[in-house]
Nanobody, 122 residues
């Protein structure tokens, strides 16, 4: 089994910053990609940012310049630095990992964290 545990959410005023962390643990051979998604009330879950094991990153276009994703492959941990936060960034933020469980297969399995609430007040 694989667990993803998120931390770092909370309440912040507009213009402030938060740093989310997500640590993966369990029967992991390696992790292909890790990322963050978010879901606001009444809306669909959307991509925030992803990063590969090699360090390539992908961001939601509207978040470029404010959000930065990074990753520690040794610790199996992904981070999301969020700056200049806006009320519209309010959502539950979910960590995702594409996890290889076996050395004999390059394919991964999808795992999700439980979500962490980020609330930005105006």
């Amino acid at each position: 089994q694989v667990q993803l545990v998120e931390s770092g959410g909370g309440l912040v005023q507009a213009g402030g910053s938060l740093r989310l962390s997500c640590a993966a643990s369990g029967s992991i051979f390696s992790i292909n990609a890790m990322g963050w998604y978010r879901q606001a009330p009444g809306k669909q879950r959307e991509l925030v940012a992803t990063t590969t094991s090699g360090g390539r990153t992908n961001y939601r276009e509207s978040l470029k310049g404010r959000f930065t994703i990074s990753r520690d492959n040794v610790k199996n941990t992904v981070y999301l630095q969020m700056n200049s936060l806006k009320p519209e960034d309010t959502a539950v933020y979910y960590c995702h990992a594409d996890v290889r469980l076996f050395s004999t297969s390059p394919y991964g399995y999808d795992y999700w964290g439980q979500g962490t609430q980020v609330t930005v007040s105006s």
